[in-house]
């Protein structure tokens, strides 16, 4: 269900002070093979997964839009302009995570508007039984990351993958012990002290999106440091 992301939404130190966090099961990250990662924008996978994608020292990634939307109003970039910034983005964050030779699939959807079915069929034919597909969460709250959510679980229904779902803006609308979440799915990952400061860098390499583009307000940064807070944990959260 699509949720409003506005305001400044919940606090980390909010999240912070939930005990149950510290009681979830931790991941184990017994892979045999990279996990496909699927990405509605670029930095969504950053935000979400650089620290298991730095501990694994692996990943194939599926990035679905270019994410030319995230500024409509912006007097200063045009969306290609955007979608090419966005692009070098993940690149260099990927970079900075030791995975500058990742396998890289850019599908190139519309940003708004990505088509679930086509996108099912391109997860299908990557995945495999038993294969992790970490995806958006289905009720993230967000058209598009519900929308890569819904076709990473049909795709890993189809082929026996193991399906992963990670919360991007559910930290935003979300509050501790929210019965709209299906908290007794979710799992830690604990992040080493390294893949802690890699996930920190990589954060680091989407300047189109942590920093204004300019001083109108339709060139706000999307991820200001209250967003990016709930992003510098020593763990990540994926719903098994
Ligand atoms: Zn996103």
């Known amino acids: 269900m699509v949720r409003p992301i506005a305001g400044e939404g919940t606090a980390e130190q909010t999240w912070a002070a939930w005990p149950a966090m510290a009681q979830w099961p931790v991941l184990a ?5 990279p996990p496909l990662i699927v990405a509605p924008h670029p930095d969504d996978e950053i935000l979400g997964l650089a620290g ?30 955007l979608a090419g910034i966005r692009r070098a983005e993940t690149a260099e964050a990927l970079r900075r995570l030791g995975l500058g030779d990742a396998p890289v699939t850019r599908l190139g959807q519309p940003d708004g508007k990505i088509d679930e079915e086509a996108l099912a069929a391109a997860l299908t034919e ?3 039984p038993g ?22 679980a049909r795709a890993c229904e189809a082929t026996g993958a193991v399906l992963l779902e990670y919360p991007i803006w559910a930290w935003h609308w ?28 990589a954060v680091a390499a989407f300047p189109s999106q942590i ?16 967003v990016l807070a709930r992003f510098a944990r020593p763990f990540e959260v994926v719903l098994r």
């Open 211 to 226: 920093a204004p583009l300019g001083p109108e307000p339709g060139d706000a940064a999307i991820l200001p440091p209250h």
């Open 126 to 128: 990557r995945l495999a």
């Open 52 to 81: 298991l994608m730095a501990m694994l020292d692996a990943a194939e990634l599926v990035a679905v839009t270019d994410g030319e939307a995230s500024h409509p109003r912006s007097t200063v970039h045009t969306q290609p302009e």
């Open 29 to 33: 990250l017994d892979v045999t093979e």
């Open 131 to 152: 294969r992790w597909c970490l995806a958006t969460w289905r009720e993230d709250g967000h058209p598009d990351h519900e929308a890569v959510g819904r076709a990473a």
């Open 174 to 201: 979300a509050t501790p012990g929210d019965p709209r979440v299906p908290w007794d799915r979710a799992h830690r990952i604990e992040l080493s002290p390294a893949a802690q400061a890699a996930k920190a860098a």
